[in-house]
């Protein structure tokens, strides 16, 4: 019988590929901020990735800083945050930070 040894094969391989070691994977992109706390005219921002090089685009208006991310995030990754100093043109004063990936204020850690 031909037929059920066919599938015990078949089975036999779906296994051994369902137990392979996955490929880490890197992906480079725009990033939320996890936190942010204000400096004056420069601001510290956290990102929810580890070691992964990131960048910063701000622009400013009269009202509000918009800070957008790009870093890169792996997985695995290591069980960090990556933070970065953040220079304004003019100090923050009332002007309300945005994050440019979610378009909301990001939660402070002012402490």
Known sequence: MMLPRAILLVGSLLVLAGCAASEPTEVRGPVPIVGWSNGGDVQIVDIDT??????????????TVTITVTS?????????????EVELDSDLGDRHVIDGVTGEEPPGIEG
């Open 50 to 63: 580890c070691n992964g090089d990131p960048v910063a685009e701000v622009v400013e208006t009269d009202t």
């Open 72 to 84: 890169t995030k792996r997985d695995p990754g290591d069980a960090c945050l990556d933070n970065l």
